[in-house]
């Protein structure tokens, strides 16, 4: 089976960094295209930025400029650093990736349990 474990979350001040890191185990043939997503309180969950197997990334407009995906093929691993951070991206921000586990059939997609993220002064 295939897990999807977040790190790097905590609380920080306004203008401050973070960076998060999403590290896929198990039984892992391919990944594809890996994400971060977030939750707010009482809102629903969003796309934050995506990267494909490539490199190719796209970022949620608020995103843009401040954050940044990238990831480690030979880790299995998808990075967000984030800098600037406001009030308004606290959330509990999670992990996605669509996996396939052997040469035969379709990939999967799996969540991380997700990470939280407080900024607050």
């Known amino acids: 089976q295939v897990q999807l474990v977040e790190s790097g979350g905590g609380l920080v001040q306004p203008g401050g960094s973070l960076r998060l890191s999403c590290a896929a185990s198990g039984s892992i043939f391919r990944i594809y295209g890996m994400a971060w997503y977030r939750q707010a309180p009482g809102k629903q969950r969003e796309l934050v930025a995506f990267i494909t197997s490539g490199g190719t990334t796209n970022y949620k407009d608020s995103a843009k400029g401040r954050f940044t995906i990238s990831r480690d093929n030979a880790k299995n691993t998808v990075y967000l650093q984030m800098n600037s951070l406001k009030p308004e991206d606290t959330a509990v921000y999670y992990c996605?990736?669509?996996?396939?586990?052997?040469?035969?059939?379709?990939?999967?997609?799996?969540w991380g349990q997700g990470t939280q993220v407080t900024v607050s002064s």
């Open positions: 996605n990736a669509d996996i396939k586990s052997s040469n035969y059939g379709i990939s999967d997609n799996y």
